[in-house]
């Protein structure tokens, strides 16, 4: 008898040790609306009336910040990684912190940490919960197309789609396209200026994704357009969780003459930073503002701009200018500041000029940095740099 | 390639001490996960790494206990008390690192290198052998020890006889549910300083899930090495080697594709294991629980 009590005041215990940690791993708040909110204008980065462009050439503007009533929306922001990353998924924690302070009326909950398998579940249980708008990133990708067929009445909005993604998917799913060759192609520059010993390094959680080949194709490209002879090395650790691979793998590429490496491995990046301090190189970071990580040794970091999507989301799906297509941003938009790089450190002045001088560049038009996406010519420009 | 070799030799060499006893451990990965996050915590609120080493030692123990009990005294399956406790640690640790620490990765510093003077100046050999932190020292030592204790102590003795057959044990005289105990409580302990290694020894931070797989990485060994400690630590340094000439692989640039370069650790380990392994190798009660009464 004795035992059996134990057994069940066992299973009692472990329940509420597990419950404890799945609330742990999956975060979300909720606040109700009870009447009318006006969305207030004074902000300097509110996305407003910006240069968009749908799939088929239509332009769409959204409307101006001030006039959007929010209240009665249901939100969710997804997250495929921990919050607490330093990087991306923390980018995107950082973007539900801002709308909820902003908007503290809007019905809004964000998960993060869900593992491959439960994301559809995730999906379609937050779709019949009545969320009407769910933000999500891209890695929920192949969770989406069956998730937002099956629930037409809720808005799915995916950063990073190219038009060919979506295509295959639902017409109540639509993605805003902001590429990251722009920002690591001036990192590139600061890296080509930077490095001593003609060796940049990119380290990324895989190749293949659109995303990650054109950052480090960039960089690369970047480095190269300011010093020709500089040599390249890719590391690829295959995981965007473990630190100790992040580590490893820059570890590896510092001893093969790195000396300035830029990362796209989310929290494997911590590992990256880690081995770059201890070895005293410089790094680029990703996502957010990576300077407290590493003080003297980040010399950027290269922005993901969800907060101002997730905002945009909310407000084109208020006004009911939502609509399926490619929403495309870029420096060369009034809001470079927003797609661009964290302020450069750790650098010459120099290095801040020319640096600057690009940047112009770009947003003039003169220069165009187009994303190069395939592996294949990201593995060529590293062979060709031997 | 050594601060790989640490973290999976010393969970194997717990796994080891513990299926030599007849239990398995499938919950290494979350002792292992308690060891990181507590050695950090305790490193960061005791402002000393040793305090936090021995909270990690201490918090990789404590977990265990719980699957000694559920899978000793009250005899539930094995491999689902491991699987939950893994999940307990992940959830657990995420949740704690959130609501302590704010989830932000604090640097506490880790341990720096043993002075081996000259000899950390040879080259090559220099920086893998003489280069390193006492507890990757800690961990050859540790193989030394376990030969000993297995093949000259009376704890060793009972312990492989207790995984082969509990039942001349018990009529021994000797408490089979004590000595599975003692051998799962080791094998907490050992798991919560190889957690520990991955916060204090390498990184000196904690960061969720931080230990990405290396418990189940290290349940494979203790397979590979035949129970054995020095098969263990070859086991181990074979993996981590080989993980480290993939990423070197990389850095040089060898035109082969990425997958298939990181790809080398897993198949290679897998190669050596069909290769090695041979029937009736495992503890003969391995996995099952004993009761006087049906013994």
Known sequence: ?386 | MVSLTFPLLVAALGEAVSERAGVYNLGMEGYMLFGAYFGFYGALVGHSLWVGLIVGVVAGLILSVVHAYCSITLRINQIITGVALWLVGIGVTSFLHRSLTSGESKDVGTFTDVNFGALAKIPWLGDIIFQQNFLTYLGFVLVVVLAFVFKRTKFGVLNAATGDNPVAVDLAGHSVSRIRYASVLVCGAMCGLAGSYLSLGVLGTFSENMTSGKGFIAFCLVIFGKWDPKRVLLGALIFAGADALQARLQAVGLPVAFPFLLMIPYVLTLIVLVTAMRKGEAPTMLGEPYSRSEG
């Not at chain 1, 190219?162 to 990251?180: C, G, I, K, R």
């Not at chain 1, 809001?335 to 801040?352: C, D, H």
């Open chain 1, 1 to 386: 008898m004795l035992r059996k009590s134990g057994l069940v005041y066992l299973v009692l215990m472990c329940l509420i040790v597990v419950a404890i940690g799945a609330i742990g791993c999956g975060e979300a708040t909720e606040e109700t609306t009870t009447s009318e909110t006006t969305v207030s204008s004074d902000t300097t980065t509110a996305p407003d009336s910006s240069d968009t462009t749908a799939a088929g050439g239509e332009e769409s503007t959204t409307t101006s910040v001030a006039s959007v009533d929010v209240s009665g929306v249901k939100m969710a922001i997804n997250t495929y990684g921990t919050k607490t990353d330093g990087s991306w998924s923390e980018s995107i924690s950082d973007a539900y912190e801002a709308l909820k302070e902003k908007y503290p009326d809007l019905d809004l909950i964000f998960t993060d940490n869900v593992p491959e398998n439960d994301r559809p579940q995730l999906m379609a249980t937050q779709a019949s919960d009545g969320r009407s708008l769910i933000y999500c990133d891209s890695v929920y990708f192949p969770a989406i197309q069956p998730v937002a067929a099956d629930h037409p009445d809720t808005w799915y909005v995916m950063p990073e789609l190219t038009e060919d993604d979506l295509a295959v998917l639902p017409d109540n799913v639509t993605t805003y396209f902001f590429s990251y060759a722009e920002p690591c192609y001036l990192a590139g520059v600061a890296a080509g200026l930077e490095t001593k010993t003609n060796t940049v390094a990119a380290i990324l959680g895989l190749t293949g994704l659109p995303d990650l080949n054109s950052a480090a194709y960039a960089f690369f490209e970047g480095a190269k357009s300011v010093n020709p002879n500089v040599k390249f090395i890719l590391g690829v650790t295959g995981d965007f969780i473990d630190v100790q691979k992040g580590y490893d793998q820059t570890i590896a590429a510092i001893d093969a003459g790195a000396d300035v490496i830029m990362h796209f491995a989310d929290n494997a990046g911590k590992g990256v930073i880690k081995a770059g301090v201890e070895k005293n190189v410089k790094l680029v970071g990703e996502a957010k503002d990576q300077l407290p990580l590493a003080p003297q040794n980040i010399i950027t970091s290269y922005q993901c701009p969800h907060a101002y999507f997730v905002e945009l989301a909310l407000l084109d799906f208020a006004s009911g200018n939502m609509s399926k297509g490619v929403k495309s941003f870029s420096m060369s938009d009034e809001i470079p500041e927003l797609f661009g790089l964290y302020p450069l450190t750790n650098v010459s002045e120099e290095t801040k000029a020319k640096v600057e001088e690009i940047k112009q560049q770009i947003i003039d038009g003169t220069l165009v940095v187009e994303p190069v996406t395939e592996t294949a010519d990201l593995e060529k420009l590293v062979q060709e740099s031997k």
